[in-house]
């Protein structure tokens, strides 16, 4: 086969994958409301002002099922003009480049990628030749490239390592706001949630104008188990309505799952970190609770202007206005539900995919779920 042919036909299945994802609907649309604070316009993490998400999705033959996912704080030089971030970790198994960094100077300076596990190196690297080759960075000599992942190997032939950095690089050119794909597109291409068809997920909540007006956003890369649970149900893929067996569900509970979460609120460092932290309850709110096998990591950042961190300056300190700790349940919560709702996100918009050895993901069943929902 050509390599013109080939890349015709990928083409081809990729777009038949993002058609057949359009005509599936996200939670909200199908009337599942997820807590009580209402979502930005777009229930997106777009509608952070000034971030995007850029996807570039791998489907090719029988065996390749991955993608890549980036997340830009802002449009900027943002090794030069870093965003305050925290990191939360549930269960450890996994391989979130640039952690240690975050941890202890609470900054982010590069992109976030999601991607697939083996195929992390290569996103660091692309992220390195980015950021050098970003105008006005002509002298760095340290980058800390944030890159996270869930490992789509059932699906895809992952130790192929098909995902390059020309990939990487695509995404980050392509990020925009707006809305973002969801379903298996980009990272979540190849990714299964609850032994379904997972994916990429994205939701907001929107504070009133008496808590600040503030906006948080989510994104999710959904590769995990447990038992799908949905508004405090238990679903059964075998019987629906009566509840989760051992036989029906992965109780091994294994996988992973990245979220990344984007405020303008002002917020520190140490906020983030327990802003982090609140997100993941998204997953233990849909039956994952981050067992000994799973990989799950949330990433927070602020965009507000005023506590963005310059590399260089001329003081030796700075004075920045920040959210008081009584002040931050708000947004707390507001993690939460948007996280929850972006992971269902992930199961509604993904459709059936067949993968490597013949494996097959089955989208979620929605006439189950409305069955289930009465």
């Known amino acids: 086969m050509s390599a013109v042919l080939a890349f015709s036909l990928a083409t081809v299945l990729v777009g038949a994958v993002l058609l057949a994802s359009e005509g599936r609907p996200r939670a909200r649309d199908f009337g599942l409301v997820i807590g ?25 033959g029988r065996d390749v099922r991955t993608g890549v996912t980036v997340i830009l704080p802002h449009e900027g030089n943002l090794y030069q003009d870093k965003v305050p971030a925290g990191v939360s970790v549930g269960n450890g198994y996994g391989k979130l480049t640039g952690v240690t960094q975050i941890r202890e100077l609470g900054t982010l300076e590069t992109p976030v990628v999601l991607t697939n596990t083996l195929s992390v190196p290569a996103a660091a690297d692309a992220l390195i030749d980015w ?36 990939h990487v690089l695509e995404a980050v050119r392509a990020a925009a706001g707006g809305p973002v794909a969801e379903g298996a597109v980009g990272a979540g291409t190849g990714t299964t949630c609850f032994d379904y068809k997972g994916g990429i997920g994205t939701a907001s909540r929107r504070m009133p104008e008496a808590r600040g007006g503030y906006t948080v956003g989510v994104l999710v890369q959904t590769n995990f188990g447990g038992v799908l649970t949905i508004r405090g149900v238990p679903f059964d893929r075998k019987e629906a309505g009566v509840g989760a067996s051992a036989a029906g569900a992965n109780l091994s509970g294994d996988g992973s799952c990245m979220i990344v979460v984007a405020t303008d609120a002002p917020l520190d460092a140490r906020n983030l970190e327990r802003l982090a932290r609140r997100a993941l309850l998204g997953i233990a709110r849909t039956g994952g609770y981050f067992s000994n096998g799973s ?31 009584d002040a931050v349940s708000p947004l707390f919560q507001a993690a939460a539900e948007a996280a929850e709702e972006a992971i269902l996100n992930s199961l509604f918009k993904a459709v059936r995919t067949e993968g490597k050895d013949g494996h097959i993901a089955e989208a979620l069943p929605l006439e189950r779920v409305r069955d289930l929902l009465k």
């Not at 009580?36 to 090719?60: C, F, M, R, S, Y």
């Not at 963005?308 to 008081?324: G, K």
Request: charged fraction near 20%; proline fraction near 9%; aromatic fraction near 4%.
């Open 131 to 166: 950021t050098l080759g970003f105008p006005g960075n002509e002298r760095v000599a340290s980058v800390n490239p944030v890159v996270g992942e869930t490992n789509d190997g059932w699906l895809n032939d992952i130790r192929g390592r098909h995902v390059t950095k020309a």
């Open 36 to 60: 009580v604070l209402p979502p930005g316009p777009l229930n997106a993490i777009t509608d952070v002002a000034g971030v995007k998400v850029g996807q570039v999705t791998l489907v090719e």
């Open 295 to 325: 990989g799950d990591y949330a990433v927070a950042f602020s965009t507000a202007p005023g506590v963005r961190v310059p590399h260089h300056a001329t003081e030796p300190t700075r004075t920045v206005t920040i959210l008081r700790d």
